[in-house]
């Protein structure tokens, strides 16, 4: 069974900081792009920023600056430095990556499959 795992959310003052990681494990051939989005009370869910298995970084406007996204694809992990929040960045954030599953290869080959985290919270409050 394939699993995404956050975790790093808590509570922060504004002008603070949070490092969300997000863990892939299960039977994965590979992993391709791999992202962070939200969700506010009420709101759509929001891509934030996204990495490219080569490390190609993009970023919404609203954390551009604030917001880093990176991977360690030796330990299927995607992480998301949060600097400089501000109580609109409260969401709940997930985790998000196209992978390979072995079982479905065939040929050397597979479908890619998009996969999402169970979500954590990050709330920025004083």
């Known amino acids: 069974q394939v699993q995404l795992v956050e975790s790093g959310g808590g509570l922060v003052q504004p002008g603070g900081s949070l490092r969300l990681s997000c863990a892939a494990s299960?039977?994965?051939?590979?992993?391709?792009?791999m992202g962070w989005y939200r969700q506010a009370p009420e709101k759509q869910r929001e891509l934030v920023a996204g990495i490219s298995s080569g490390g190609s970084t993009s970023y919404a406007d609203f954390v551009k600056g604030r917001f880093t996204i990176s991977r360690d694809n030796a330990k299927k992990t995607v992480y998301l430095q949060m600097n400089s929040l501000k109580p609109e960045d409260t969401a709940v954030y997930y985790c998000?990556?196209?992978?390979?599953?072995?079982?479905?290869?065939?040929?050397?080959?597979?479908?890619?499959?998009?996969?999402w985290g169970q979500g954590t919270q990050v709330t920025v409050s004083s």
């Open positions: 998000n990556a196209d992978l390979v599953l072995l079982g479905d290869l065939f040929g050397g080959r597979g479908p890619v499959q998009k996969y």
């Open positions: 299960g039977s994965i051939f590979s992993i391709h792009a």
